[in-house]
């Protein structure tokens, strides 16, 4: 009564006033239980509930207008009492945690705009009476675990715009009610198990721009009504069960369509030529069906006919990929107007004449490949000219004439050619030895002639030459022996003398007068097939000697300015800046794992081993950043335990601009970091579940060990410098691995002349939060410094709290609230869902 008396003075009635004190308590209490990030702290009663985090209430009447708990980290049930805040106009609840039924209480709020429910873990059936919110514009309850048939009732909903609905587990048949919210502007069902066919009355919705029904049941045809929605935008009715074609007139009707996916159902029929009038399209997904006849990622179709020079329509395109078709005729000029072009694949058609020199203005095209088709004539200089290919350019099994064009030496970025199988004559241009980037050169199965140019010593990234089945002659050049060659063929030309072998090569045949291999053949086919490939591998031979010489290796040969990578010749992978390129797909935003201090990390897939990796790419452009790399090198080197981060390589050269370049490539770990599991983000948050108390416990242990290592059994002590939940990773087993080297120093009495290089250039560093305080007042790096860092650790491992959480100003900080809290409150310092007596006990213990 107490609460009630405060607020006395609200205009409103007493039981109305008791109503939302009764609504408020129960979300209070919602936040007491449920609530382990704290972010509810200010829902009591020291404060009127219209100064709530969340809470939005109107300026005259003072009631709650808006709820927006978007992202708070909140478990529990939602209480039915929420439909006595009449005046409600919007409810956030996404990226929570939610379960149970949503309340039909929500229907009570008849001025309720916005209801935002999703990534939440909400079970039952929608509500029918969601209807009754006349006012409704968005609905969103996407990513949670509903069930049932979709309320035909909802198709009254007339202001309705948004219908989101993805990713549940809804069954049975869209109602064709839903035809009649005329407002509606996207509306997406995706990835649930709505089956029957498509409502024909979808196409009323005029003001549609998303319609998003992918990986569902529906059978049937795509109703035609659909594709004269004008406005429409985005079509995505791909892996279903659908049949029938897409209508010829699909680019005129359509005008505005930028992503159109069908793929993975039963389309047949001829794909229509008007998608070219559909001047906004950048994406097109319609492979795994059985289209058939005349024409953008359309891969492994039956396509036939010629390729319409209309598709100088689609400005746009940035990807299109026709290969392993069956079109033939010539490649239109028109092909020089898709300027947005990145990758063009025509491989694999039957495609004849010449290759159209307008590609020339695709300035953007990073990877070409016309390859198997019967293209002739020469070979543009114009293309040749394309300093933005840098994937690789395949021109191969064509009937290509003529001689390599001289502008092949503008090719400065390429990383794979592809002659091979053509009728190229004349001597390869020493203009060739430009190419600095390359690692795949082939052009066997040619018409070449004269001695290979010496120029192409310059080529220090080559990996792989193959000039067999040529007509070259002279002498076998002694500079390949100084290439970093993995795979060389000079078969079938008319060379002479010696190969270049440099005493590392062994094997073949008797005429090369080659030592002969040593090895122990297995009697199983699969460990004889990998015993051949480790001997066929020059870096085999050296052994595990080299690995704590590694990345020192790659400093040093970046310090001659070497402009290639970096690697070893001792048998750990070559990786160059153009490979790293490839498996990152171009440092794809996709990829991003991560960005610290000095730079980026990536997802990457490598070619050489078919194995995922990190890799971290330096921002040299940050200070220290090239001190970092080499301090991380320098410590890499030296250490290897169970618990730290494993490199597998690193590159130090220029990239394609002739930039300085480093990078390091790590072990994969497929938990990512500990931070992440700690504060998830919404997206993250699906996908991961809570750390448990043992989970937690066992990291900590790993990282402990990890400490103990590098403080007292290394050959000089090392100091990590920047502890911190980001820089320890987790692999398939959630066991912890410090990472992240770029600060970690090594201890004075210990590092003899190695430290004046290093405390000369390397500051002490660390991260604000987790840094010991003496380092803020000049005293020495210490390994007390990482003991603490180590305890801040814990304490949010434990607590759930950033020690740079809003809540520490005025001189506390996470250690000291810690402190003041651990006596008589344990149950609130520690984070929620291990509140068992048992459990209580084993914390207490810890923090002791």
């Known amino acids: 009564m107490d609460l009630a008396f405060r607020y006395q003075l609200l205009p409103m009635s007493f039981s109305c006033l008791t109503t939302i004190i009764l609504l408020l308590g129960s979300v209070l209490a919602l936040a007491r239980i449920a609530d382990p990030s704290g972010v509810l702290s200010s829902w009591n009663d020291s404060s009127h509930f219209c100064n709530w985090d969340g809470v939005t209430c109107g300026r005259k009447l003072r009631r709650v207008t808006i709820l927006d708990l978007g992202s708070k980290n909140l478990f529990g049930v939602v209480p039915p009492h929420i439909g006595n805040l009449s ?90 009610s839903i035809g009649n919210i005329s407002s509606l502007r996207a509306f997406a069902t995706s990835e649930n198990n709505f089956s029957g066919t498509i409502p024909e009355t979808l196409g009323h919705l005029r003001n549609l721009k998303v319609l998003y029904l992918a990986a569902n049941k529906f059978v049937g045809t795509i109703p035609i009504s659909i594709f004269n929605i004008s406005a429409l935008a985005w079509l995505d009715v791909s892996e279903n069960q659908l049949e029938g074609g897409l209508p010829s007139e699909l680019g005129f009707t359509l005008p505005n369509i930028e992503i159109i996916s069908t793929w993975q159902n039963y389309l047949t029929g001829p794909i229509p030529e008007s ?68 990758e063009l694949y025509l491989d694999s058609n039957n495609l004849w004449g010449s290759i159209p020199s307008s590609l020339k203005n695709c300035q953007n095209l990073l990877l070409l490949n016309l390859s198997t088709n019967n293209l002739s004539g020469y070979i543009p200089s114009e293309i040749m000219g394309l300093s933005s290919l840098s994937i690789y350019l395949d021109l191969s099994r064509n009937s290509l004439t003529g001689s390599l064009p001289e502008e092949v030496g503008k090719l400065q970025n390429l990383g794979e050619l592809h002659l091979d199988g053509n009728r190229l004559s004349q001597q390869i241009p020493s203009s060739i030895g430009s190419c600095i980037s390359m690692e795949h050169l082939y052009v066997q199965d040619n018409f070449f002639e004269g001695p290979l140019p010496s120029i192409m010593s310059s080529m220090r990234g080559l990996q792989v030459l193959n000039v067999s089945n040529n007509q070259l002659s002279g002498q076998i050049p002694k500079f390949l022996e100084s290439l970093n060659l993995t795979n060389l063929s000079l078969s079938y030309n008319d060379f002479e003398g010696a190969l270049p072998t440099g005493g590392k090569l062994c094997g073949g045949l008797p005429d090369f007068q080659l030592p002969k291999c040593y090895y122990k053949e297995s009697k199983r086919t699969r460990i004889s097939g990998i015993a051949k490939i480790l001997i066929s591998t020059i870096s085999a031979l050296v052994g595990v000697a080299c690995i704590l010489s590694l990345l020192y290796f790659f400093w040093f040969r970046h310090n001659k300015k070497s402009p290639t990578s970096s690697s070893s010749e001792d048998g750990f992978l070559h990786v160059s800046y153009h490979s790293l390129l490839k498996a990152t797909s171009g440092f794809s935003s996709t990829n991003l794992l991560g960005v610290g201090n000095f730079g980026s990390v990536y997802r990457g897939l490598l070619d050489q081993t078919q194995s995922v990796v990190a890799i971290k790419i330096l921002d040299l452009i940050c200070d220290g950043a090239p001190k970092s790399f080499i301090a991380e090198c320098e410590v890499l080197r030296r250490i290897r335990h169970r618990n730290l981060v494993k490199v597998l390589t690193a590159c130090s050269g220029f990239d394609f601009n002739g930039n300085d370049f480093k990078a390091l490539v790590y072990e994969f770990m497929s938990n990512g970091s500990l931070d992440e599991w700690l504060h998830p983000t919404a997206s993250q948050y699906t996908e991961k579940s809570k750390l448990t108390l043992l989970e937690r416990v066992n990291i900590s242990i790993d990282v402990a060990c990890a400490l103990d290592y590098l403080h007292h059994h290394c050959e000089m002590p090392i100091v990590h410098c920047d502890l911190k939940p980001s820089n320890i990773l987790l692999d398939d087993e959630k066991i912890g691995h410090l990472g992240d080297f770029g600060l970690a120093r090594f201890l004075p009495k210990a590092m003899h002349k190695l430290l004046a290089n290093q405390s000369s250039s390397v500051k002490v560093k660390g991260s604000f939060g987790y840094i010991a305080p003496e380092y803020g007042i000049g005293s020495a790096v210490s390994t007390q410094g990482d003991v603490y860092s180590f305890g801040v650790l814990i304490l949010e491992m434990f607590t759930g709290k950033r020690p740079t959480d809003d809540m520490f100003e005025n001189g506390l900080d996470l250690p000291h609230f810690a402190k003041t809290t651990l006596v008589d409150r344990v149950e609130k310092l520690l984070e929620e869902g291990q509140n068992s007596l048992c459990c209580l006990k084993q914390k207490s213990t810890i923090f002791e």
């Open 87 to 176: 005046f409600l106009r919007g409810v956030n609840l996404e990226n929570n945690s939610f379960h149970g039924k949503i309340p039909p209480h929500f229907g009570r709020l008849l001025r309720l705009q916005e209801l935002s429910l999703n990534n939440n873990s909400f079970s039952g059936e929608i509500p029918s009476n969601l209807s009754y919110c006349s006012n409704l514009l968005i609905l969103d309850l996407g990513f949670n675990m509903l069930k049932g048939n979709l309320p035909t009732e909802l198709g009254s909903s007339s202001k309705l715009r948004e219908l989101i609905l993805q990713a549940n587990s809804l069954t049975g048949n869209i109602p064709p």
């Open 275 to 342: 998608i070219s009038n559909a001047s906004n399209l950048e994406e097109i997904q319609i492979g795994l069906n059985n289209f058939i006849g005349k024409l953008l990622r359309m891969v492994g179709n039956h396509i036939s006919g010629n390729i319409p020079s209309e598709i100088e329509n689609l400005n746009k395109l940035k990807y299109l990929h026709l290969g392993y078709n069956e079109l033939s005729g010539q490649i239109p000029e028109s092909f020089g107007n898709l300027r947005m072009l990145t």
